[in-house]
């Protein structure tokens, strides 16, 4: 079963904290990729990053960070140092080649909320 | 940049009412969507489109239709709401046939059924 699995329904944390939240993922398909977007209060999906399954090397932009791990399947977001416009619904999702003929589509976790208080 | 509009931000309809929901992108792309956001149960996948006059049910399909006229529009029909239609309805577009293609995102339209 293809499924995005992100444990962590709600976190709090007090600002300049560093904040991880965790995605696991299962798919029997060796290319796929993965996701991470945010939903800030105004209700529109930002996407963040796009990760392929080839490619295990961490990201850093900025305060945000992924570490990938397919051993563990697992896709993480770090955000370093937070801050108060952090706050937000964060999605982690899975695409793969083969959904049914339907390539691209997402298959969504249920969502990390974030809040971060000054 | 990408653009991804939805025609309402709140909608507020009656048991019985026939609803339309419209999504407009305006960066060609041949593939929209149509997701409905619940809380604890992220988003799910309602109706898909990869072509113009093309559609393709998604995981919730029960309760609703679509239509795409134009490569640009794809539009969401409730043909008799329900009060379990009460969501927040989010419209998506993307380029090409592809799994790494990244999906752009309208604001949402909540919409309440009473």
């Known amino acids: 079963a293809q499924k995005v699995t992100q444990a962590q329904t709600e976190i709090s944390v007090v600002e300049k904290e560093d904040v991880t939240l965790d995605c696991v993922y299962e798919?029997?398909?060796?290319?796929?990729?993965l996701f991470w977007y945010k939903q800030p209060p105004s209700g529109e999906l930002v996407f963040l990053i796009r990760?392929?399954?080839?490619?295990?090397q961490n990201e850093i932009s900025g305060r945000y960070s992924w570490n990938f791990q397919k051993s563990t399947s697992s896709f993480n977001f770090t955000i370093t140092a937070s801050q108060v416009v952090d706050s937000a619904v964060y999605f982690c999702?899975?695409?793969?080649?083969?959904?049914?003929?339907?390539?691209?589509?997402?298959?969504f976790g249920k969502g990390t909320k974030l809040s971060v208080k000054p | 940049d990408v653009k991804v509009t939805q025609s309402s931000r709140y909608l507020v309809k009656r048991t019985g009412e026939k609803v339309f929901l419209e999504c407009v992108q305006d960066?060609?792309?041949?593939?929209m969507f149509w997701y409905r956001q619940d809380p604890g149960l992220g988003l799910r996948l309602i109706y898909f489109?990869?072509?113009?006059?093309?559609?393709e049910k998604g995981d919730i399909p029960e309760g609703y239709s679509v239509s795409r006229e134009k490569k640009e529009r794809f539009s969401l029909i409730l043909e008799s709401a329900s009060t379990n239609q009460t969501s927040m309805y989010l419209c998506?577009?993307?380029?090409?046939?592809?799994?790494?293609?990244?999906?752009?995102f309208g604001a949402g339209t909540r919409l309440s059924v009473l």
């Open positions: 960066m060609d792309h041949e593939n």
């Open positions: 990760r392929n399954s080839f490619d295990e």
């Open positions: 798919t029997r398909d060796t290319t796929y990729y």
């Open positions: 999702a899975l695409s793969f080649m083969n959904y049914g003929g339907s390539q691209g589509n997402l298959i």
């Open positions: 998506a577009s993307s380029f090409g046939v592809s799994a790494k293609n990244i999906q752009y």
């Open positions: 489109s990869y072509d113009v006059k093309m559609k």
